[in-house]
Structure formats: C-alpha cells, structure tokens
C-alpha cells in the first residue's frame, strides 16, 4: 500500500497497549491507524483512552474534536 503498512502498525499499538496499558501514545497511535482506516468510532474511543491515560496529551483532544465535528451527528461519548 503507498500508505504503509496499516496493519501492521495496527498490530504494534495494539501490543503497546496491551504491555503497557497506562501509556497515552500506544492509544494515540493506534487512533491516528484508526482515522486513516476511516474507523472513527474506533479512532474516537482510542483518543479517548489516550486523555483518561494523560489528560495533558492535547493532540488527542484536537483529534476528537475534529472527528466529532467531521461526524456531525451530535454523538457523544463519555469524556475521558
């Protein structure tokens, strides 16, 4: 693919995750994988996980919000 490998860095942040659950970037990664997979639901729930893992990681707070405007469907998930 010209755009990388997906699945593989899919599979990365996944096992970041899961060694290392409390770490922000392993969920910021895997969302940014996500939104270009156009998974948005799951890139939502991935930078919200990123900010109830560091609240100061503001990058995950302007990803979400351009995807909840990009969405435009009022839905809302619990804040992290």
């Known amino acids: 693919s010209s755009r990388g490998d997906l699945d593989g860095a899919f599979q990365d942040y996944t096992a ?6 409390g770490a922000a970037q392993g969920y910021y990664g895997r969302a940014l994988v996500r939104q ?17 893992a560091d609240p100061n990681y ?11 405007a990009e969405r435009g469907d009022g839905h809302q998930l619990p804040a992290g």
């Open 16 to 21: 970041a995750i899961e060694h290392h659950p």
């Open 36 to 52: 270009d997979r156009g998974d948005v639901d799951g890139a939502l729930e991935d930078f919200t996980s990123t900010i109830g």
């Open 58 to 68: 503001h990058q995950a707070y302007g990803n979400r919000g351009l995807l909840r």
